[in-house]
């Protein structure tokens, strides 16, 4: 009918259904269409960040992460004379934080924890400033929970503490799911099983509360609370719950056509395989994830998918195997989020094979490596700790 406005705003329509039902190819389609007539149309800035933001989530989900936060870039670029402007309007300062948001999670998953806090920070201070303190509180549990990727769990769980006092008494419902994830994640690195299992329980339920009810998008947090707590069910022995809820999670993501959420709880459900004992179908996953990882740029959950498969090898008393993917792990633990501490981490497991297998070489430029890295970093404690692979390259070659 050649009316584009009126189109965009029925393409808009259906994407944000598409993308409340999970249907994230869908909602990229109609969203795209959308952005596409905007720019023909020339909508307002408000109603053309909507659209950009609203695409940005729907991409993420589907692991597109460049184009992701293109789109969520783009979305506070439209907003930003709206938001100069003294008295920023509530509905202009929301959207700029909803895009951040994307922004930090797209952050997160390329494991670059710095820039994800920043995007937290400044999503919470939007929503503050927009009046929507729930809003404010879910930011400050993904900067919570962020945190932790920073080594600074402690901290982290004191906001995530926080969040989940404010949003507990609150109704946003799917927050709460979300704060969950965060707040049992921290209790369960520092320990906390019984409790880290009550929020979990507690996100659960309200996620299912939610799929009941047809919100399906609002609900999409559930399944990540539910890998948690198979990671605590992991933790006390309790393997054949722990790998129940990893499948039914792994699936759920599969069915929903979510690349990252695949990558995650795909891991996941590949260790929780190997503590069982069942060490093919842990292979079998762990192979699917280092592939999925790699389409969606995830070089952490790569990292972890190589350290796997090198256990499960030496398992099955296959040291070549083992070596192998150890010398593929030190590749990618360069471009790790943990820096020289994961680096190190791989090179203590591949230097003993590098020299066992009459490869000094390879085994004593890691170490000089190591060394350097050691003094740059001014630790003793590192330093002490190359010293000790040091002595176990020695003994491999005696």
């Known amino acids: 009918a050649e009316v584009p406005e009126r189109t965009r705003h029925h393409a808009l329509l259906v994407g944000r259904h598409r993308l409340r039902l999970g249907a994230y190819e869908e909602a990229v389609h109609a969203l795209t269409l959308a952005v596409s007539l905007g720019a023909a149309a020339g909508p307002e800035p408000l109603t053309a960040a909507d659209v950009r933001g609203t695409l940005a989530h729907a991409l993420f989900y589907l692991g597109r992460f460049d184009d992701a936060e293109d789109h969520g870039r783009a979305a506070i670029e439209r907003l930003a004379p709206v938001l100069a402007a003294e008295g920023a309007p509530a509905p202009a300062l929301k959207q700029a934080a909803e895009a951040r948001v994307v922004l930090a999670q797209v952050a997160h998953y390329r494991s670059d924890g710095e820039l994800a806090q920043e995007e937290l920070e400044w999503a919470e201070h939007l929503f503050e400033r927009a009046g929507e303190p729930v809003k404010a509180a879910a930011a400050r549990s993904s900067l919570g929970f962020v945190l932790r990727s920073l080594g600074r769990t402690a901290e982290g769980l004191e906001l995530a503490r926080e969040a989940w006092t404010v949003l507990s008494a609150g109704d946003d419902r799917a927050a709460l799911v979300r704060a969950g994830h965060d707040l049992g994640n921290l209790l369960r690195d520092l320990g906390h099983h019984e409790e880290a299992l009550a929020v979990f329980d507690r996100a659960i339920e309200t996620g299912d509360e939610l799929v009941r009810a047809g919100q399906l998008s609002r609900a999409r947090w559930a399944g990540a609370a539910r890998s948690g707590r198979a990671l605590v069910y992991l933790s006390l022995g309790r393997l054949d719950e722990a790998v129940a809820d990893q499948r ?81 792990a030190e590749f990618l633990a360069r471009r790790a989020q943990g820096g020289d501490a994961a680096w190190l981490d791989v090179v203590a497991l591949l230097v003993p094979h590098l020299s066992k297998a009459g490869r000094d070489d390879e085994a004593n430029a890691l170490l000089r490596e190591a060394r350097e890295r050691a003094g740059r970093a001014q630790q003793p404690a590192f330093l002490r700790r190359v010293e000790a692979i040091a002595r176990s390259a020695r003994d491999a070659r005696g």
């Open 248 to 328: 039914q999670v792994y699936d759920d993501t599969v069915q929903a056509g979510n690349l990252v959420g695949q990558t995650v709880s795909g891991f996941h459900l590949a260790d929780a395989l190997a503590h069982r004992g069942d060490l093919d179908a842990a292979r079998v996953m762990a192979e699917r994830v280092l592939e999925t990882a790699g389409r969606v740029g995830m070089p952490d959950r790569a990292l972890k998918a190589r350290l796997l498969l090198a256990r499960l090898a030496r398992a099955r008393g296959l040291p070549d195997i083992e070596r192998e993917q150890l010398e593929a």
